[in-house]
Structure formats: structure tokens, C-alpha cells
């Protein structure tokens, strides 16, 4: 018989809880004796692995970075992993000592963004056993998303504009590269369209940068510089796409099996 608490927890009362009305607690299951494996249990079907260089924004010997397949909600959502098939607990002393390193300079990329107030750095790994560390950029301002709500509301809010998107991403590509490694995201190219365009997609451009030509631009960029994606290769939309176990994800699966890297 199932356990449902009676009460909701006082998290839900929260500024940053995203979501009012009635709620109820779900009913909680009971433990299951052996769990299922996680995607790439073993390094079989790992995404990870299989992924090429160009699925990244930034990548070196030992590290890859990368980002969602589209603007979500939040300024800037990064995936740092090790090269290696290696769980958090698995990474030798080396590799232990390098992901201090790279935690500290992702953060310091993405929080010298525009308009980034801090920058979450989460590791779950309850999805895909392939280490991934989450960098979820908070907008500076917005108080109702601080704390630990905010992988929620990068669903919730309405996508960033792409061009400033990926103007962001080349910004961090560029900045991890003054360390190392090897740059692969572009700015975004520019296309010399009627400005008209603006109102067909619904984009803002950044108007604090004098040296973007935005009043001519398209508020959508041309993501030419995947060249090594493969149809296999599932899309990355959120956190919750990628940390849900494969039972829980099956519903919400995205059905196009294309993605548009940076
Ligand atoms: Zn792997």
C-alpha cells in the first residue's frame, strides 16, 4: 500500500516554487529491488561517447563542453564531460583535479555573460552514466528563479532569442579556449534580410552591443557548423530530457531525431 503524505512541504509556499493552485503529493512508490541501468551503463549505447566533436561548443584532450540543442529558458544551460566513459566517482586524480579546474572556469565564462546573475553547477547522473556536470545560468534580476527551482523554470520560461544565444555560446567557446582546447561554436552568421524577419520570429536582438548590425539581422541564425551529427544522435532539450530515467523520458521523448548544435 502505497504511502501519500498528507500535507505538501513548505518548499511549495516558496517565492521560487513555480507553480500554485491545489497540489497534491504523489502517491510514493515503493523501492524497487534492483534498479534499471542508465543510458550507457557500461559504455554500451553510450550518447556521450558516440557523439562527435562537432556536437560541442568547446572541446580538448580530456573535456567536451556542450549545449542544449536549442535556446531554452535560461541565458545559458552548458553539459560539461569528461572524454573518458568515467562516472564522478570513477575519474582518477587527474581527471579529479582538472574537473575543479574546469568547474571554476565554465562558471566564470558564463557568469561574465551579459545579464547573468550566478550560474547553478549541478551533477545528477540518475539519467546517463557518462559524467555530466549541469551549468544552468541564472538571469541577473529575476529572484523568483534563485535557488533550486531553477532547472524548472529553464523549462517554463519562454526561449531566449536564438542570435543571443548563440552569440553566448561562442562568448564561452571563445573564453575556455584562452586556456586550451579548441573553440566550435560560431557567432552567429548574419543574414541580410528585409527587417521584417523580427516579427516573424518573435526575437529581440541584443541592443547593447554597437558592434552587432541588429537592425538588419534575422532573428534566426543559421546552425551550419554542425557537420557531424548523426540521425542517431538524440536531441538535448532540457535537463529534464536528458536526467529522467529512460521509463519516466519515454513519453516526452522529442521526435526529431536532427539536432541543431551550435
Ligand atoms: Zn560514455
Not at 41 to 64: L, T
Not at 242 to 254: G, I, K, M, R, V
Request: proline fraction near 11%; glycine fraction near 8%; charged fraction near 20%.
Amino acid at each position: 500500500m502505497p504511502h501519500t503524505p498528507s500535507s505538501v512541504p513548505e518548499f511549495t509556499k516558496w517565492p521560487s516554487f513555480p507553480f500554485e493552485g491545489d497540489i497534491r503529493v504523489k502517491p510514493i512508490d515503493d523501492p524497487v529491488e534492483v534498479e534499471p541501468s542508465r543510458k550507457g551503463e557500461g559504455s554500451a549505447d553510450c550518447v556521450a561517447c558516440a557523439a562527435p566533436d562537432e556536437a560541442y561548443i568547446w572541446v580538448s584532450d580530456r573535456w567536451r563542453v556542450r549545449a542544449m540543442d536549442q535556446p531554452s529558458g535560461l541565458p545559458m544551460v552548458l553539459i560539461l564531460e569528461s572524454r573518458s566513459h568515467l562516472d564522478l566517482g570513477d575519474l582518477p586524480n587527474l581527471l579529479a583535479a582538472e574537473l575543479g579546474v574546469m568547474t571554476v572556469r565554465l562558471e566564470r565564462a558564463i557568469r561574465s555573460l551579459d545579464g547573468v546573475a550566478r550560474v547553478h553547477v549541478n551533477r545528477w547522473g540518475d539519467g546517463s552514466a557518462h559524467l555530466h556536470m549541469w551549468f544552468l545560468a541564472r538571469p541577473y534580476g529575476r529572484l523568483q528563479l534563485r535557488g533550486t527551482f531553477l532547472s524548472l523554470w529553464d523549462a517554463i520560461l519562454p526561449p531566449i532569442p536564438e542570435m543571443q544565444w548563440r552569440e553566448n555560446l561562442a562568448l564561452v567557446a571563445a573564453w575556455l579556449a584562452e586556456f586550451g582546447g579548441r573553440p566550435l561554436a560560431e557567432p552567429p552568421h548574419i543574414q541580410w534580410q528585409a527587417p521584417s524577419s523580427f516579427a516573424a520570429t518573435g526575437n529581440t536582438p541584443a541592443d547593447d552591443d554597437p558592434g552587432t548590425l541588429t537592425g538588419s539581422v534575422t532573428g534566426t541564425a543559421t546552425g551550419t557548423a554542425n557537420g557531424g551529427a548523426t540521425p542517431t544522435e538524440p536531441t538535448i532539450s532540457s535537463v529534464a530530457a536528458l536526467e529522467e530515467p529512460d521509463d519516466e523520458a519515454a513519453a516526452t521523448e522529442p521526435t526529431d531525431p536532427t539536432p541543431t548544435q551550435a
